[in-house]
């Protein structure tokens, strides 16, 4: 599904990625794992095109298109999703106006007709109600006045109701208590882990895999992927820390 | 307000003026004048949409509420200019939005004076810029000796699409009172980069992305106006040509 070769970019014109090369199958779960400034957010913002994430060599193929070659809202429109470290607040619209319009806007380019208010409605209830979230939250401002545990719930909210092919989850554990870390966790399997997803987690912790098992566990130190293994690699991770395994 | 004779840019009032077409349409027909009586409610929706120049003059008797709602967005050049005078314990409240784009060149012009003591004035303002237009607001309050127990505000702010989009801002206070509020606040900025890169990345194309953001970024102005949906829509419309 997706195939990363050799990419290297950079943020500023700092380097940042030095040839990093991962591939994805539709059913699995991988986790990506590494010390603060390894490349880990620089990784998801390349993904997902994020303007002034420049990719200097490399190729990213998606599903059989060139990822690199897509604006934001085409990765979007081809099944791509990312879950942010800091979701934005965007004061003045609302989430269930954002998120009715985005949806629209990904089956319009998809040739398919748009969903009806009634209709869409109808799913954001069935997904908010999967991640525990008040129905009233969608209705509030995006983000706004959300803790730092709401933002990271209505992102997962975002990804059931727009249901993605891909999706890339910037330490989406980060700002989360143990109950939320659960729900959220069971959110990600009941809406991921289907034979034609598939899933990249960022993380710097072990917990949210003790929740979403993941079949693939990568290192990434200093721009690059050091080590892969499964999941006892994450949990050797825990134990020795990332400058034993990364040496 | 009223000049008698053709105004040049060193007249205060119209230094960010287009004085070719303020001259096409001198002279200018005597303003409006609206005088609601003591006690008495007035609310008006203003549309300039077709390059005008308005000039109202309003007098609020004691105790009187006015509501305006102004909407200015069309020709080359579009001028509203709003003369209030407030008497005792009167209420005045504009919510304006002006919305630009190509060469044109908009501006509101407010001079709210509160005649006599405990009278109120509240006046937001929003612009959005694209091209090269300009959008001015130059809003003058001034508070007679006597007019103590004032409150007054002006929250002005202005969105510039293009680096080379012009916003003025200019709120001026001429106070003789000692016992008053007198609130005024300006911005000037450009729509968030990353805001518009996290609506895109759930799939809104660029121009439907600031679209949602400036409707956002304006729509509060209109809050409570009797005709709201309609200057939503013609608001919603113009961003949509600005995109």
Request: aromatic share 6%; glycine share 10%.
């Amino acid at each position: 599904m997706l195939k990363i070769e050799n990419l290297h970019a950079t943020v500023a014109d700092k380097p940042i990625l030095k040839g990093l090369s991962l591939a994805i199958n539709a059913g699995e779960i991988h986790a990506i794992m590494g010390p603060n400034g390894a490349g880990k957010s620089t990784l998801s913002y390349v993904l997902g095109g994020r303007p002034g994430y420049e990719v200097t060599e490399g190729s990213v193929d998606f599903d059989g298109q060139d990822l690199l070659d897509m604006e934001p809202h085409e990765r979007a429109a081809a099944g791509l999703f990312l879950g942010f470290q800091y979701p934005v607040e965007i004061p003045g619209v609302s989430n269930v106006q954002f998120l009715r319009e985005s949806l629209n806007a990904q089956r319009k380019a998809r040739g398919l007709e748009p969903l009806s208010g009634g209709d869409f409605l109808k799913l954001a209830r069935e997904k908010a109600g999967l991640l525990k979230m008040d129905m009233d939250m969608l209705k509030r401002p995006v983000n706004v006045g959300f803790s730092g545990g709401e933002k990271k719930r209505n992102e997962m909210v975002q990804m059931g109701i727009i249901d993605p092919k891909l999706a890339i989850l910037d330490e989406t554990d980060s700002g989360l208590d143990i109950d939320a870390l659960r729900t959220v966790g069971d959110g990600i399997n009941a809406i991921m882990r289907r034979p034609d997803k598939a899933v990249l987690l960022i993380t710097h912790y072990q917990r949210l895999l003790d929740y979403v098992q993941p079949d693939f566990v990568h290192v990434l130190a200093a721009g690059r992927i050091v080590k892969s293994g499964g999941p006892e690699l994450a949990r050797e991770l825990e134990e020795h820390g990332y400058a034993e395994i990364a040496a | 307000m009223t000049t008698s004779a053709l105004p040049s840019r060193r007249d205060e009032a119209w230094r960010y003026s287009d004085i070719d077409a303020v001259a096409a349409a001198w002279p200018l027909p005597a303003p409006e004048s609206i005088i609601v009586p003591a006690g008495g409610n007035f609310a008006r929706a203003i549309v300039q949409d077709a390059g005008d120049i308005r000039q109202i003059e309003l007098v609020l008797g004691k105790g009187a509420a006015a509501s305006l709602h102004v909407l200015n967005i069309g020709g080359s050049y579009g001028r509203i200019e709003l003369n209030v005078i407030l008497h005792e314990g009167a209420d005045f409240h504009l919510g304006a939005a002006q919305i630009g784009g190509g060469e044109q060149n908009l501006e509101i012009v407010t001079t709210i004076t509160h005649a006599e003591p405990g009278a109120t004035s509240w006046q937001v303002v929003r612009s959005v810029l694209g091209g090269t237009a300009t959008g001015t607001y130059l809003g003058k309050v001034a508070v007679a000796r006597d007019a103590q127990q004032t409150d007054s505000e002006q929250d002005v702010k202005a969105m510039l699409l293009d680096r080379s989009a012009t916003a003025n801002a200019k709120p001026e206070l001429e106070i003789f009172a000692d016992d008053v509020k007198c609130a005024h606040g300006c911005a000037i900025g450009e729509l968030d980069a990353m805001a518009l890169y996290y609506l895109q990345s759930r799939g809104l194309p660029p121009g439907e992305a600031k679209k949602l953001m400036l409707q956002a970024f304006v729509a509060g102005v209109f809050d409570g106006a009797e005709d709201e949906e309609k200057l939503q829509a013609l608001a919603l419309a113009k961003l949509g040509e600005l995109v």
